[in-house]
């Protein structure tokens, strides 16, 4: 099935992929300068999930380049 959308809305969901991937940048520049991530138990750190946490950001830019990479190739 064919659906139109419009491009005011894929913007917006560019806009937005954009954003996520910002953040997720952000994140893997500060893991990787020194920044962890602990899950825990009444405010006590229990396990280190650093790792797990950096993996999953990466796959977020990863997911997004390739996103937008489709949206460039439609559009330019």
Known sequence: MDRQISSDVVERW?????????????????IETGT???EGRDGEPVVDVTDRWLKEQR???????ILTQLYHQEND
């Open 36 to 38: 962890t991530y602990h």
């Open 59 to 65: 796959d977020v830019v990863a997911e997004i380049d």
């Open 14 to 30: 560019m806009y937005h992929l954009r954003r996520q991937r910002s953040r997720a940048n952000d994140t893997i520049w500060l």
